[in-house]
């Protein structure tokens, strides 16, 4: 069976993030996020200067506290004229009212919002117990409403799999409804007091669980006469290839259903590296002159032997870069929505054993089969605790031998536990020079020097095979 591969973008409501629109008839926006600390002024205008340069649209700084908050008054000061800038803000809300007078967006997690840092405790709220906190959620959360209209300031509301709330844990468990109600409960919140400048990402280092829960949250907001805006990312999609693949994987996945107003191309590298990638499939799903249409690139679903359908895709492109992309992005739907289980690349510029690679690492960026380590491994922002990209590559020559094993590497602890929970082992920085190590969400060791900690992650997992643990 051949698949007519089409695209036609759905239709959100506008949203102004300083001088540009999202959603509506607007372009799909790129955007980043600087690895900079937030307090050293100097080093953040450089960066941010170079992923302007690279073509970002948005950019986002983390803003731990009310000292961050006068930093980024001073960087907002020194870019004003480039881009927007959002202030991302972690557990403190009066932090969020603060940047909100700020710049020209805040991202606010509405896992810790107004709720502790997650503990991973289950608790049993009644009805009542539960709708009155809701009602502190309200009474909060008005109150940022109110200071946004006052400056003209956004909001987003970004939600990690990993960083849920054990209110909404309690009740919803870790699925892709805990996620989708984690936002509308905020959007419901919004709306009920007329404001409507929010943009909404809702991110999950596993691409299938990503595109199921945006896919979901489409359909409630729908369901509930809501259009806001979306922002799409795989979170810890790690770097090189690898990451370059995940990413593409999911949110290609949802540019193809029409979903996307903006996106981030979540590297562990650069900040201003993501921008280009970022680029190439914004223009590849948003071009009516793409190759999607001109012949050729097509795709079949077959039947094979062992009963399982196949994905069949053929493209003549020749740069390999661009080919990896656009494949990706294109296999990924295919795969979860025909149920495949077998995916075959042809490209007459390229060799077999190749295509065969791309295809095996597509496979498991799906999350259908796993043929070696995989990593997961956050972009790193102000909060990094350790070189992360050095770090990455002394875990992966120490574990590239461990087959079928999902590993993170974690810059710090506001994510850290929460989005590796789907990992079998985790590397989180937890102070300057100390590393705790993770098996599943259990800290197994805490504090450990890092010169120590790649050197102990492996004598951890090889304890753990000898003794049957894992």
């Known amino acids: 069976m051949e698949i007519k591969l089409e695209y036609q973008r759905r239709e959100t409501s506008q949203v102004q993030v300083g001088n540009i629109f999202l959603g509506s008839d607007f372009p799909i926006r790129v ?3 600087a690895n900079t600390s937030t307090n050293d002024i100097d080093g953040s205008v450089d960066q941010a200067r170079r992923c302007i340069e690279a073509g970002a649209e948005l950019l986002r700084f983390t803003t731990q506290g009310l000292r961050e908050v006068e930093s980024l008054k001073e960087i907002h000061a020194q870019v004003l004229t480039a881009v927007p800038l959002v202030a991302d803000v972690h557990f403190q809300a009066d932090v969020a009212d603060a940047a909100a007078q700020v710049v020209e967006a ?5 896992g810790n919002y107004i709720d502790p840092a997650r503990k991973f405790q289950h608790i049993d709220y009644t009805d ?9 959620l309200e009474e909060r959360f008005v109150r940022l409403l109110d200071i946004c209209k006052a400056h003209g300031t956004a909001i987003r509301l970004g939600v990690n799999h990993g960083s849920l709330s054990d209110r909404i844990m309690s009740r919803y468990g870790d699925t892709p409804e805990g996620m989708v109600e984690s936002v509308m409960e905020f959007l419901r919140v919004a709306v009920r007091h007329d404001f409507q400048n929010i943009v909404i990402s809702i991110k999950a280092s596993n691409t299938r669980v990503m595109v199921e829960t945006v896919r979901l949250l489409v359909k409630q907001m729908h369901h509930e006469h809501m259009a806001f805006p979306l922002h799409l990312g795989v ?3 790690g770097e090189g ?7 593409a994987v999911g949110i290609g996945a949802l540019l193809a259903d029409g979903i996307g107003d903006t ?5 562990s590298e650069a900040p201003e590296n993501e921008i280009p990638v970022a680029q190439q499939l914004v223009d590849y799903f948003a071009d009516e002159e793409s190759v999607r249409y001109d012949g050729s690139v097509t795709a079949e679903v077959l039947d094979n032997i062992g009963g399982y359908a196949e994905v069949r895709y053929t493209s003549m492109e020749e740069d390999w870069e661009t080919f990896c992309l656009q494949t990706a992005a294109e296999c990924g739907r295919l795969l979860w929505d025909y149920k495949a ?4 690349i042809v490209n007459p510029h390229f060799s077999e054993t190749k295509l065969n690679f791309l295809s095996k690492d597509i496979l498991q960026a799906a999350r259908v089969r796993i043929y070696k380590t995989e990593y997961i491994s956050c972009p790193g922002c102000g909060r990094t605790l350790f070189d992360l990209q050095k770090t990455i590559a002394e875990v992966k020559a120490a574990t590239a031998h461990l087959t079928g094993l999902k590993i993170a590497v974690m810059g710090c602890i506001v994510n850290g536990p929460g989005e590796m929970a789907d990992a079998d082992y985790g590397y989180v920085g937890a102070g300057r020079g100390k590393v705790s190590l993770y098996r599943g969400k259990e800290c197994v060791l805490k504090n450990i020097p890092q010169e120590e900690a790649v050197e102990q992650l ?3 997992i090889e304890s753990d095979r000898e003794s049957g643990t894992k």
């Open 263 to 267: 996106i981030r191309v979540s590297l």
């Open 106 to 110: 805040v991202r606010i997690n509405p």
């Open 235 to 237: 979170t810890e999609a």
């Open 31 to 33: 955007q980043t996020m």
């Open 458 to 460: 492996l004598a951890l």
């Open 128 to 136: 009542e117990e539960y709708r009155a906190e809701l009602a502190r």
């Open 341 to 344: 289980q077998e995916l075959t």
């Open 241 to 247: 290839e690898d990451g370059r693949i995940k990413s």
